[in-house]
């Protein structure tokens, strides 16, 4: 497995949060706030590449030189409906980017994805996408929403920022796509018999929106 494409955010503040995340007493509220700062916090190492210009600007003391964001622009991609849960956090760093929507469901016999919605910016082809889901289990899902952004003309690196991975789930995404960069909080022991990611964090999209 090419490890080289994944980025394991461990800065000790995202390793503190984590672990509240992952605590089966954390309510839904802290939860949400928890994946919105966490996605915060990997949004910074998503865009470290993104490249610079140099424009002029007047000071209240004089004019100078200073740098902005040059290149293409951004798209945040949730896979629904967990994804959800961290646009926010990405938004609160890229005000400016467009917002793609994603609707998958897992066939809880077969674990297989089925997409069931998509509504993509006209221009998404123009620009760079940083897709969004909370939870790198199987990677069925993952594998299956960046073959769609493919099919809609993105190229280049599509970045893939998620909170917890299993090993079989990175595996299978980056098998699936050789231009894709994933970042995550922590790589996991692996799944379960139900293809759930242990320790992992349970049911994300439960958790974020309080129906279980």
Same mark, same amino acid.
């Given at each position: 497995?090419?490890?080289?494409?994944?980025?394991?955010?461990?800065?000790?503040?995202?390793?503190?949060?984590?672990?509240?995340?992952?605590?089966?007493?954390?309510?839904?509220?802290?939860?949400?706030?928890?994946?919105?700062?966490?996605?915060?916090?990997?949004?910074?190492?998503?865009?470290?590449?993104?490249?610079?210009?140099?424009?002029?600007?007047?000071?209240?003391?004089?004019?100078?030189?200073?740098?902005?964001?040059? !290149?293409?622009?951004?798209?945040?991609?949730?896979?629904?409906?967990?994804?959800? !849960?961290?646009?926010?956090?990405?938004?609160?760093?890229?005000?400016?980017?467009?917002?793609?929507?994603? !609707?998958?469901?897992?066939?809880?016999?077969?674990?297989?994805?089925?997409?069931?919605?998509?509504?993509?910016?006209?221009?998404?082809?123009?620009?760079?996408?940083?897709?969004?889901?909370?939870?790198?289990?199987?990677?069925?899902?993952?594998?299956?929403?960046?073959?769609?952004?493919?099919?809609?003309?993105?190229?280049?690196?599509?970045?893939?920022?998620?909170?917890?991975?299993?090993?079989?789930?990175?595996?299978?995404?980056?098998?699936?796509?050789?231009?894709?960069?994933?970042?995550?909080?922590?790589?996991?022991?692996?799944?379960?018999?139900?293809?759930?990611?242990?320790?992992?964090? !349970?049911?994300?999209?439960?958790?974020?929106?309080?129906?279980?």
């Amino acid at each position: 497995m090419d490890l080289e494409r994944v980025k394991v955010i461990d800065h000790p503040m995202v390793q503190h949060k984590l672990s509240i995340l992952r605590n089966k007493d954390t309510s839904s509220k802290q939860f949400r706030e928890l994946v919105s700062e966490l996605a915060l916090f990997e949004g910074y190492e998503a865009t470290r590449d993104l490249p610079l210009e140099k424009v002029v600007i007047e000071t209240p003391i004089c004019e100078t030189e200073a740098l902005r964001i040059g !290149g293409k622009k951004l798209a945040v991609v949730p896979i629904l409906r967990a994804g959800l !849960g961290m646009v926010d956090g990405v938004l609160e760093l890229i005000p400016a980017a467009r917002v793609g929507h994603l !609707g998958m469901y897992r066939d809880e016999e077969t674990h297989l994805p089925h997409a069931y919605y998509d509504k993509l910016p006209s221009d998404v082809a123009e620009r760079q996408v940083i897709v969004v889901d909370p939870m790198l289990a199987t990677g069925g899902s993952a594998a299956a929403a960046l073959q769609y952004l493919r099919e809609a003309g993105v190229t280049g690196t599509i970045k893939l920022m998620v909170l917890v991975a299993a090993p079989e789930g990175l595996e299978t995404v980056l098998a699936a796509d050789e231009d894709v960069m994933i970042y995550t909080c922590a790589i996991d022991e692996g799944l379960n018999e139900a293809a759930y990611i242990v320790p992992g964090l !349970g049911d994300a999209g439960d958790r974020i929106f309080g129906t279980k």
